[in-house]
């Protein structure tokens, strides 16, 4: 049956799951036959003491609405149906009516609306019961009021520049959105209004990932610095963009920024962070349990660890051991790049150059940032006196999930360390083995912890080979699973090889499948895929390898750089993802290609390989189908709603936007999240109609699928920055 245009309920029949509904933290709910499914605790007082509901319901004032849905009870009990506004106070409330349920029966009210909110709720209130039961709802409906309007996504001007800027001696190119078949005239004005330069675009066709008929239009030849220049295309105007060889500087450093205001354990200082102070988290000051004396999850040990410090991960608040590492790893790398590359330049990521609180200890403030995360993972090592002793605990997070906006220093939940794994393990090994290296010349007593961590936890992974982290355990925090650990085996090998020159590190590199085999995907790198961090590294860090198997290492990064740029090539926007490459996190597969291609030109000067990251950048920054740059602060349209509990403007004004210099997750065909599948799934059809891969984004904090930040976006966004900048 066709639904009803002015249904206000998403996924009431209940055959997405149980998305778009919630519960409070003592109620779980689940799907069953069809059907949401509470077990409502017993021992509470009121009604409001157990609730499930649906949150960002359109109510209008004076409009009628009739609310229905069918219900059962495991026994004899009495509940309460709201709706009303989805904030404190919850009142005034245009329905409150009491049910008896006891077998199924179907329920139907209507009301006149008092309110005039796009923020209204829809609550069963199922508390005030001294035993414990199950509650069953099913074809929950609220028709009423104006159809929802179709979410249509401000797309800006139909012409698609870099929203930043273009560097003068880079390459400049642009995308319009037309229908013509025949090449269009365009120009680029200075700031003054005047004409720099003109010429004809080329037509492209139709762009698989958008669906959009579009032109490419080059200007590369236009090289004078300056501010506010526009281009026009087929009576569209674009957003101003700059041309400037500094364009990439601040964002440099927000992007490294970024992750002082994520650090835990530590107080957020408004001197360093304006509009970002608080108290330090999870430091065991109530509410906080604190991390440090953290239990580990039932069935994994009987023993604390004191695992404060490091960063929170992403929009929750868990560290998670295996995104730590690459994290830590690309940092490390910014610094060790302008160690082995002509034309790095260290002084913007020396000592003094961020802005922390170690600044002027001597050490670059890069490393500064990245051992704040690095002593955090040694901290999850297992003790030498316990089973699985030199192993990683693969995360530490809530024992529940915390709502949204919601500060650290706030966080009541229990904390607990989940099992050890051998890709936390190796993450460890690989990450220790390389700080080992970088922090000598600084803190010998420091690199030779980080060393004997390293060597420990490889003898621990050797050990217990398949201690794989469960897809399941993700209650409070993702799973961050892996069931194939043999590229961490190869990157950790490899970490510890280049550090010590140590023959049985060596023949465990000579011994792995990717010794000879491909270890770039065709989709890029990633915190689950990590062989090509093993293989750049062997390319590009001085180390004792043969001649010949480092030349085939500098072969193969070449080899993928130009794999990711024929896929660029193959794109109307120029950047290296094809139509089915737009994943959870996909902005961050994109810098992660470009730094394979950015290495291939530290590699050979190459200045096919720069052109290509500077266009791919492109994409990040405005040149796509929604005319969004996708960090926070950086261009016309930029994101700044990101998922985040330390983020929480959206949801209160009080509270902070996300920092300048915040990636957002990007396009996910997936769209896990109900905020995303509400606005762009088409459930006229059945199955719901998706929108094209670009489209798929929302810029919206509960949008978590599509929008969330995470540390190892901005890790990979830093480096490519970094590189960027040098040119």
């Not at 960063?311 to 790049?337: C, M």
Request: hydrophobic share 35%; proline share 9%; aromatic share 10%.
């Amino acid at each position: 049956m066709e639904q009803d245009p002015r249904e206000k309920i998403f996924n009431g029949c209940f055959n997405e799951g149980t998305d778009g509904w919630f519960s409070d933290d003592r109620t779980p709910v689940s799907a069953v036959d069809g059907k949401l499914r509470a077990d409502v605790p017993g021992g509470t007082t009121n009604p409001w003491e157990a609730i499930i509901g649906q949150n960002d319901i359109l109510l209008q004032q004076g409009r009628p609405y009739t609310l229905s849905f069918s219900a059962s009870a495991s026994r004899p009990v009495r509940v309460r149906v709201r709706v009303q506004p989805g904030e404190p106070p919850f009142d005034p409330a245009p329905l409150t009516q009491d049910v008896d349920l006891g077998p199924e029966q179907s329920y139907t009210f209507t009301f006149t609306s008092g309110l005039d909110t796009d923020r209204g709720q829809v609550v069963f209130q199922i508390g005030g019961n001294s035993e414990a039961w199950v509650f069953d709802v099913d074809d929950v409906s609220l028709i009423g009021g104006d159809p929802l309007p179709p979410y249509v996504p401000d797309t800006g001007p139909r012409v698609r520049v870099n929203q930043v800027g273009y560097l003068p001696s880079g390459p400049k190119r642009a995308t319009v959105v037309t229908d013509s078949p025949e090449p269009i005239p365009w120009q680029v004005n200075n700031s003054a209004g005047v004409a720099v330069a003109a010429g004809a675009s080329t037509p492209r066709g139709p762009d698989a990932s958008s669906g959009q008929q579009v032109h490419t239009v080059d200007f590369s030849a236009v090289t004078q610095p300056g501010t506010g220049y526009t281009l026009s295309a087929d009576g569209e105007t674009s957003y101003p963009f700059d041309i400037s060889a500094t364009i990439y500087d601040q964002l440099r450093s927000d992007a490294l920024h970024f992750f002082y205001i994520q650090r835990s354990g530590i107080a957020i200082e408004d001197a360093l962070a304006p509009g970002y102070a608080r108290p330090p988290g999870h430091l065991g000051a109530p509410p906080n349990h604190g991390d440090t004396s953290v239990p580990c999850q039932p069935g994994t040990g009987d023993y604390e660890l004191d695992v404060h410090g490091g960063w929170y991960d992403a929009g929750d608040q868990g560290k998670y051991v295996v995104n730590g590492g690459i994290a830590t790893h690309q940092l490390l790398s910014q610094h060790e790049r302008t160690q082995t590359v002509t034309g790095a330049n260290p002084d913007p990521l020396g000592d003094g150059s961020l802005r922390i609180p170690e600044h002027g200890n001597g050490v670059p403030d890069i490393l500064d940032e990245a051992r704040w995360e690095l002593e955090f993972l040694l901290r999850m090592q297992v003790p030498a006196d316990q089973p699985l002793a030199g192993m990683a605990h693969h995360k530490i997070h809530d024992e529940k999930w915390t709502g949204l906006p919601l500060s650290p220093d706030q966080d009541g939940e229990v904390r607990l360390l989940h099992p050890p794994s051998t890709a936390a393990t190796l993450n460890l090994a690989a990450t220790a083995a390389k700080g080992a290296r970088l922090y000598a010349p600084f803190d010998q007593d420091f690199a030779a912890r980080c060393l004997t961590a390293a060597r420990t936890a490889w003898t621990a992974a050797q050990a217990h080979p398949a201690n794989l982290a469960s897809p399941t355990d993700a209650t409070g925090g993702g799973a961050y699973d892996d069931d194939q650990v043999t590229d961490e085996f190869y990157w950790a090998a490899a970490e510890l090889f280049i550090t010590t020159g140590e023959q049985p590190y060596l023949d465990a590199l000579r011994a792995s499948p990717y010794w000879t085999g491909e270890a770039f995907p065709p989709d890029g790198f990633s915190w689950q895929q990590v062989a090509a961090v093993g293989r750049i590294d062997l390319a590009t860090v001085p180390n004792t390898l043969p001649d010949a198997d480092r030349a085939a290492a500098r072969a193969s990064v070449q080899a993928a750089a130009d794999q990711y740029l024929a896929t660029a090539r193959d794109q109307a926007y120029g950047m290296p993802l094809t139509q089915d490459e737009y994943e959870w996190g996909s902005n961050s597969v994109i810098l992660n290609k470009l730094a394979v291609i950015a290495t291939a030109f530290d590699l050979t000067g190459d200045q096919r390989y720069r052109d290509g990251v500077l266009e791919g950048l492109d994409y990040l920054f405005g040149r796509n189908a929604l005319n969004q740059s996708y960090v926070t602060g950086y261009g016309a349209h930029h994101s700044h709603n990101q998922h985040s509990r330390l983020y929480g403007h959206q949801l209160n004004p009080a509270l902070p936007a996300p920092p300048a210099g915040s990636i957002a997750g990007g396009p996910n065909t997936g769209l896990e999240d109900p905020k995303a599948k509400r606005l762009l799934l088409d459930y006229t059809v059945k199955p719901p109609k998706r929108p094209e891969p670009q489209f798929c984004y929302v810029d919206d904090i509960q949008s978590w699928s599509t929008n969330e930040v995470a540390i190892n976006w901005n890790s990979a966004l830093a480096w490519i920055i970094s590189f960027a900048a040098d040119q």
